[in-house]
């Protein structure tokens, strides 16, 4: 069964950092996409940052140069460096991947559960 797991959330100061990890795990064949979305309490789901085949990197507008995503393609793990943060960063940051799973014939969407990031003084 393919799953992703997220880690590294919690409560910070504003201008504080968070590094958020996220380890997918099962039989894969091959990812397309890896990457983080969040949802605040009353708004809809939003992308933070994604990385495209491996190389390209897209990230939200509110972004602005606070975070960074990455991977260690090795470990099939996705980690967000997120610094400077906002109170208006405050969500549930999801992990996302479009994943090939052994035995499948297409790539599908998987999601982990969630970790609460939040930035408060």
């Known amino acids: 069964q393919v799953q992703l797991v997220e880690s590294g959330g919690g409560l910070v100061q504003p201008g504080g950092s968070l590094r958020l990890s996220c380890a997918a795990s099962?039989?894969?064949?091959?990812?397309?996409?890896m990457g983080w979305y969040r949802q605040a309490p009353g708004k809809e789901r939003e992308l933070v940052a994604v990385?495209?085949?491996?190389?390209?990197?897209d990230y939200g507008d509110f972004v602005k140069g606070r975070f960074t995503v990455s991977r260690d393609h090795a470990k099939n793990m996705v980690y967000l460096q997120m610094d400077n943060l906002e109170p208006e960063d405050t969500a549930v940051y999801y992990c996302?991947?479009?994943?090939?799973?052994?035995?499948?014939?297409?790539?599908?969407?998987?999601w982990g559960q969630g970790t609460q990031v939040t930035v408060s003084s």
């Open positions: 996302y991947a479009r994943m090939l799973p052994r035995g499948a014939d297409a790539y599908a969407r998987y």
């Open positions: 099962g039989n894969i064949v091959n990812f397309n996409a």
């Open positions: 990385i495209l085949g491996g190389v390209t990197t």
